[in-house]
């Protein structure tokens, strides 16, 4: 028994088969969307440029750090030696700044060593800088992925630095009403 509010339960009977459907039998599509949202920021114009110049700055020292690592690793693996500051050689003689071979000074500062760590750390703060900057844009998680393999590859960190400044500003001046006031 059906109350007034309900339809009454349909006969199967009474479908159509589906084989006999055709296209003209079914419904008009939804509406499509709008075709795009209204392009929207996370920040403040002064905020995204100052993830702007934090990123291009940290994508300058994380490029010259990973030419140094590159240096190193060739003269490392190459040569078969490492970057000493300091100490004192196999032979006695003080050492103040060479390339000699790993173990071979006592008491110095292996800078080869010292450029591994700071490339790590500094690369850890580049990848900061550009997530920030990357939330702050709104950007798609491929666009991330693309910028912190920037730091991974010998002179890609300049190109992708040049490339993603360029591109912010210039979103920020074609979308000037998406900039967040307080």
């Known amino acids: 028994m059906t109350t007034p509010d309900q339809k009454p339960p349909v006969d199967p009977n009474t479908l159509p088969d589906p084989e006999d459907i055709t296209e003209a039998d079914l419904p008009a ?9 209204p392009r929207r920021f996370a920040g403040t114009d002064q905020q995204i440029k100052s993830a702007l110049m934090m990123y291009k700055i940290c994508a ?3 490029g010259i750090m990973l030419l140094l690592l590159v240096f190193e690793m060739i003269f490392k693996y190459g040569y078969g030696t490492e970057l000493y500051a300091g100490g004192t050689l196999a032979d006695g003689a003080a050492n103040t700044l060479s390339l000699q071979p790993e173990d071979s000074v006592t008491g110095g500062l292996n800078l080869s060593i010292a450029v591994l760590i700071a490339h790590g750390w500094l690369y850890v703060v580049y990848l900061v800088a550009a997530f920030r900057l990357w939330s702050l844009m709104r950007w798609s998680g491929m666009r991330l992925l693309a910028i912190a393999g920037g730091g ?8 992708v630095e040049k490339r993603v400044h360029r591109e912010t500003l210039q979103e920020i001046a074609a979308h000037p009403e998406a900039l967040r006031r307080y």
């Open 29 to 37: 599509p939804p509406p499509r969307p709008e075709k795009s949202a």
């Open 60 to 62: 300058w020292i994380t």
């Open 152 to 159: 991974v590859v010998p002179f890609l960190s300049f190109i």
